[in-house]
């Protein structure tokens, strides 16, 4: 297994344009989790699903993001109409299921919104 | 609610010296605590995590980590710096209920210096 694969690594985007970033899971974990870094900053919780149910949403996933995780499988993160606050590093992790088990995390990919 | 504190944003030690980040934490509940590492433009990797069994956790590339309860503290150690131990260092907690979410610290930056 070739870990948590996450696609594109770098995107440059001009303002109020949609990107959408994906994000390839462990394949045996079934819990998978976004998470927003900005320069400096400890990792923000953004979003987690368990299989294809997205479990809870973060108060910083504004009504511009939608996350998805369709059959369970991999997920894909869509940021609309983007802002400049939206440059970040979004990292997707995966784990199994069960407490205390550790997350597996992506290398991240970095958005820069200009 | 969960948070944690990282005390020193950057740390700077030399060369076989001792590292020493600190880490607090506060939670309601019993918590499960972790330490990342990250390398620059990647993902995070756990270096280790208590999970209510030993509170002297060892962990990878010699570091180690003692929960103290009664501090409310999770402080990371390496007895002798290595220069490819620079990196930026998390700390982060979860609880039980929590779906393994993760809350992070804000990080410590180490600079090694030979």
Same mark, same amino acid.
């Given at each position: 297994d070739?870990?948590?694969s996450?696609?594109?690594?770098?995107k440059?985007?001009?303002?109020?344009?949609n990107v959408?970033f994906?994000?390839?899971?462990i394949s045996?974990h079934?819990?998978?989790?976004?998470?927003r870094q900005?320069?400096?900053q400890g990792?923000e919780?953004l979003?987690?699903?368990?299989?294809e149910?997205?479990?809870?949403?973060?108060?910083?996933l504004?009504?511009r993001?939608s996350?998805?995780?369709?059959?369970?499988s991999?997920?894909?993160?869509?940021i609309q109409r983007?802002?400049?606050?939206d440059?970040a590093m979004?990292?997707c992790?995966?784990?199994p299921?069960?407490?205390?088990t550790?997350?597996?995390?992506g290398q991240?990919?970095?958005l820069?919104?200009? | 609610?969960?948070?944690?504190?990282?005390?020193?944003s950057? /740390?700077?030690?030399?060369e076989?010296a $001792?590292?020493l !980040?600190?880490?607090n934490y @506060?939670s309601?509940v019993?918590?499960?605590l972790?330490?990342? /590492?990250?390398?620059?433009n990647q993902? $995070?990797?756990? !270096?280790?995590k208590y999970t @209510?069994?030993?509170?002297l956790v060892?962990?990878?590339?010699?570091?180690?980590?003692?929960?103290k309860k009664s501090?409310?503290?999770?402080?990371l150690?390496?007895?002798?710096?290595?220069?490819?131990?620079a990196?930026?260092?998390?700390?982060?907690v979860?609880f039980k209920a929590a779906g393994n979410?993760?809350t992070?610290?804000g990080?410590?930056r180490?600079?090694?210096?030979?």
């Amino acid at each position: 297994d070739t870990g948590v694969s996450q696609d594109p690594r770098h995107k440059i985007t001009k303002r109020g344009q949609n990107v959408t970033f994906r994000c390839d899971p462990i394949s045996e974990h079934n819990r998978l989790y976004w998470y927003r870094q900005t320069l400096g900053q400890g990792p923000e919780f953004l979003t987690y699903f368990q299989n294809e149910a997205q479990l809870e949403k973060s108060r910083l996933l504004s009504d511009r993001f939608s996350a998805e995780r369709p059959k369970g499988s991999f997920s894909t993160l869509e940021i609309q109409r983007t802002e400049q606050g939206d440059s970040a590093m979004y990292l997707c992790a995966s784990s199994p299921y069960g407490t205390n088990t550790e997350a597996f995390f992506g290398q991240g990919t970095r958005l820069t919104v200009v | 609610a969960q948070s944690v504190t990282q005390l020193g944003s950057h /740390v700077s030690v030399s060369e076989g010296a $001792l590292v020493l !980040l600190r880490c607090n934490y @506060s939670s309601s509940v019993p918590p499960y605590l972790f330490w990342y /590492v990250q390398y620059p433009n990647q993902g $995070l990797q756990l !270096l280790l995590k208590y999970t @209510s069994a030993a509170t002297l956790v060892k962990g990878i590339n010699g570091f180690e980590a003692e929960f103290k309860k009664s501090e409310t503290s999770f402080h990371l150690t390496k007895p002798s710096a290595h220069m490819s131990d620079a990196a930026e260092y998390f700390c982060a907690v979860t609880f039980k209920a929590a779906g393994n979410k993760l809350t992070f610290g804000g990080g410590t930056r180490v600079l090694v210096k030979p």
